[in-house]
T-cell receptor, first 111, second 119 residues
């Protein structure tokens, strides 16, 4: 069974601070996706990382895929209240393209 | 264009009743997924379809849960003899045919969900 462990589960920090969210697995994924979910809405895709070691940037968000394609991280620089939300990682299973979801990180940025 | 729609948005039912939750995916999307999601948690996989074929139903909790997608478009998730523990947000998502879009891409587009409350 493929599992994707996401940490931390909850993070509350002040505006302007930096933070990192981690997703780890013992299994290899063909790619890994990061979604963001706001209250009352469904998850929305932020980015997909495909190649081992790949780094993608989305404004103040930096996503990295581990060299072995088993883990990934999301780093937010100078967090803002608008970054508040539930961040979810999802690994794409190579055999059937199903997504294996992490449990989510609830992020609160206080002004 | 229209996104994924789900109906009803809210459903309150009494224990023992059957409920049917509907999902209308994005037009042309081959894959359709059903999830259950607790507040502040990641989606819990229930089942998915490619076209009208149910590919994996390993996430369905028990035989009271079933799903169908008879014409490869709209899907219905049915819960028979509902129990209070079935109360949850049920979300549907659709995606393009991953095998055509590329082996590594499977962006899922989510609907607004159906909030089911079993009294």
């Amino acid at each position: 069974t493929q599992l994707l462990e996401q940490s931390p589960q909850f993070l509350s920090i002040q505006e302007g601070e930096n933070l990192t969210v981690y997703c780890n697995s013992s299994s290899v994924f063909s790619s890994l996706q990061w979604y963001r979910q706001e209250p009352g809405e469904g998850p929305v895709l932020l980015v997909t990382v495909v190649t081992g070691g790949e780094v993608k940037k989305l404004k103040r968000l930096t996503f990295q895929f581990g060299d072995a394609r088993k883990d990934s991280s999301l780093h937010i620089t100078a967090a803002q209240p608008g970054d508040t939300g539930l961040y979810l990682c999802a690994g794409v299973r190579a055999s059937n393209y199903q997504l294996i979801w992490g449990a989510g990180t609830k992020l609160i940025i206080k002004p | 264009g229209a996104g994924v729609s789900q109906s009803p948005r809210y459903k309150v039912t009494k224990r023992g009743q059957d409920v049917a939750l509907r999902c209308d995916p994005i037009s042309g999307h081959v894959s359709l997924y059903w999830y259950r999601q607790a507040l502040g948690q990641g989606p819990e996989f229930l089942t998915y379809f490619n076209y009208e074929a149910q590919q994996d139903k390993s996430g369905l909790p028990n035989d009271r849960f079933s799903a169908e997608r008879p014409e490869g478009s709209i899907s219905t998730l049915t819960i028979q003899r509902t129990e209070q523990r079935d109360s949850a947000m049920y979300r549907c998502a659709s995606s393009l045919a991953p095998r055509l879009a590329g082996a590594s891409y499977n962006e899922q587009f989510f609907g607004p969900g159906t909030r089911l409350t079993v009294l």
